[in-house]
């Protein structure tokens, strides 16, 4: 099952303890978001990140108060144009968690027709950002397509996670990626 963007570990030899911290979306943002999909902000709120953009992380959870019971929800899925009817924090804005550190390495399952191969390992790609899965409440983000230029693309394919099954040139294997363009690398 496809989940977007996991995190793996850490460049280089640091603990990897994907950590996350705390943003804001917009209430009535009006796209769902959902555990793994990327996001970037725009005007201080988080929005899900396209191919080309500069990424902040990738989203684990989210926080809201709902509406009519003013009780907290936690979600692994942002439900379209949701606001939180109440505070949260001194703020009256939904929370996301956001895996932001720019050491941090994702996995991320290529497209069923993709086999990523041996040169591929550096390439940048582009990532296809369907909506999510909201009964398994993860990202439907799946590798796409391999480019030429950091301006259009998404990530850059650092390797292949190891895990028994998974292989090079094997459709719809599974592979570990760093974003091409992201918000603390700049």
């Known amino acids: 099952m496809t989940k977007g963007f996991q995190p793996s570990r850490l460049t280089g030899g640091a603990k990897n303890s ?7 979306i917009a209430n009535s943002y009006a796209t769902a978001l959902a555990n793994g999909d990327p996001v970037m902000l725009s005007a201080g709120q988080v929005v899900k990140a396209q191919n080309g953009d500069t990424v902040l992380g990738v989203a684990s959870g989210f926080e809201w108060i709902d509406p009519t019971s003013k009780k907290p929800v936690y979600s692994t899925i942002f439900p379209a144009s949701t606001s939180s009817g109440g505070l949260l924090n001194g703020d009256n804005r939904p929370i996301v968690h956001v895996y932001d550190n720019p050491d941090q390495i994702f996995t991320i399952d290529a497209r069923v027709s993709l086999a ?3 040169t591929n390992i550096g390439a940048l790609f582009t990532v296809s950002l369907a909506a999510p899965n909201t009964t398994g409440g993860y990202s439907n983000a799946v590798l796409q397509d391999t480019l030429t230029t950091i301006a259009d693309s998404m990530v850059r394919v ?29």
């Open 158 to 186: 650092v390797g292949l996670e190891q895990v028994p099954g998974n292989a090079l040139n094997v459709s719809g294997n599974t592979v570990e990626v760093v974003f091409s363009k992201h918000l603390h690398n700049l």
């Open 18 to 24: 994907t950590g996350t911290k705390a943003y804001r």
């Open 116 to 118: 990523v191969s041996a």
